[in-house]
C-alpha cells in the first residue's frame, strides 16, 4: 500500500542530521516527510543497555573556534549563531553556553586542567531529541516512526521507499540522514564513509565533585586519531577517551570507540565488556579516576564518520534525486550551518540553488561520488 501524497522530499533519519535539515527545508515552505527508525532497547546479557541514536548520546559541544584550518571548521565554529536562531524561531532545543574545562596532556607537556578561556556552548541532546519531535510537528513535518527496508527508483523519476509497516511512500527527492545505517540503504557509497560503535555511561546526576555544572573535555580526542586510521586497520581497537558533560538532570560520562575493519557496521559490542573497558580507561587517566565507580548505565550508539574528516553532503549523480548528508565527526556543529545550503540546493531551484551547490563546493562537499572525493583532505 502506497501511502499519502508524496512531499516535495523525504528524509530517512530523525537525528540532528535529519531534523534540522528538514526544519531548513521547512523554512523554504517545502513539504517534508522524515521516516525514522523506532528507538531500540536492546537487553544483552544480564544488563539492560539503551542503543539509540549517535545524536541522543552526544555530549553535542560547540566549541566557539575552529577545529581544524578549512573553511568547513571556520563556519562550524559559528554553530551556537544557528542553533540561538532556531531556538528563537521554534523554542527550547538544548542549547546553552557552558564553561568548559578542559584536562590531559599535549604531546611533550606536562598534563593540564584549566578552565578554557574561548567561548563554548553545548546542546543538551536529552533536551533535543524530546523537543524535536515536537517541534518538527509544529513546524509542519510530517514524521513516519517506521524502518525504511529498501529504496527502489521509480520508472519515470523518484524512489519507492519500503517501510518496516509494510507500507511505501512515495519520494520525489529523498535524503538519506540515517547516519551510520545510510550504507545498508545505499551499498554503493564511498568507503572514506565508515561507521564505528560509541558507548557512554549516563549518570543520574552532575558529579558533586566537580563543583557546579560545566563540559570536562580532553585536550585531544583519541576518537579522531582512530577514525583517521580506520581504512588501515586489520582487526578491531577500541578506546576510552575522558570526557564528561551536563546531560539531562545528570551527566554523560566517558566516550567508548571501537572501530572495525571494512565497511559493515555489524552488531553493538557486548555491554558489559564495554562498560568495563570504559570504566577502567576512565581509571587509568588520572582525571577521571575518582568518577569511574559511580553509578550509571551504558548507552551505545551506532555512529557515521568519514575516514578523511570531511562529511559526506550532496546529491549521488548516479541516483538522480537521491542526496546524503551524513558522515559528520562533529554533526551538532556541522548541521546547522550546512542545513540551510543542503535545503536551499534541493528546492529553491535556478540561481538560489546554484549557488548554495557553489557554496558547498568551496567548502570540499557536494560531490560525494566523484573519485577524487576518497583521497580529498
Ligand atoms: C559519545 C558521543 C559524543 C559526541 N559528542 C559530540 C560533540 O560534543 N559535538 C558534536 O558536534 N558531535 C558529537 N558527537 C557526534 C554527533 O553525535 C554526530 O555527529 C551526530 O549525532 C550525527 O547525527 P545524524 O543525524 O547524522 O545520525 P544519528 O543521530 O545516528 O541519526 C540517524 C537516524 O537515522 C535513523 N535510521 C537509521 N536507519 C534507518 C532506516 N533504515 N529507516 C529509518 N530510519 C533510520 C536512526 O534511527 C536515527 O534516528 C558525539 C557522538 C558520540 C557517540
Redesign the pocket.
Known sequence: MVVGPAADVVI????????VLALALRELSASVTI???P?QDAVQASSRTQVC??????????PGWPLAPTPLARMAAGASKHWRRLQGRHGALGWRPCRLRVHGAAAGLRAVSAWWPLPFA?VD?AVLMARLPLILAAAGVTCRS????QLNREPTAGWMLHLSDGTSLRAPQLVL??????R??WPALPSRLRSSW???LELPSYPAVLGSAAAWLPLSFGRVGLERRAASLSQPEWLVDGGL?PWAAGA?LG?HTLVRPGLELGAPPPPVEVERQLRQGLEAQSWGASLATLPGGLRQ????FCSQGVPLVGALPEAPGLWV??G????????PVLAPLVAQALVSGGSRAEAALRRLHQLGLGQPNLAGADRCP
Open positions: 530517512v533519519g530523525g537525528g540532528v542530521a535529519g531534523g521516516v525514522d527508525a528507538a541514536s549517535a545524536s541522543a548520546l552526544s555530549y553535542g559541544a560547540l553545548q541532546s517506521a524502518r525504511v527496508e540522514a540515517a547516519g551510520a545505517h545510510c545498508h540503504l560509541a558507548a557512554a558533560v554523560l566516550q550508539a551506532a555512529v557515521s548528508f551524513t559528520f565527526s562533529a554533526g551538532f556543529s556541522q548541521v
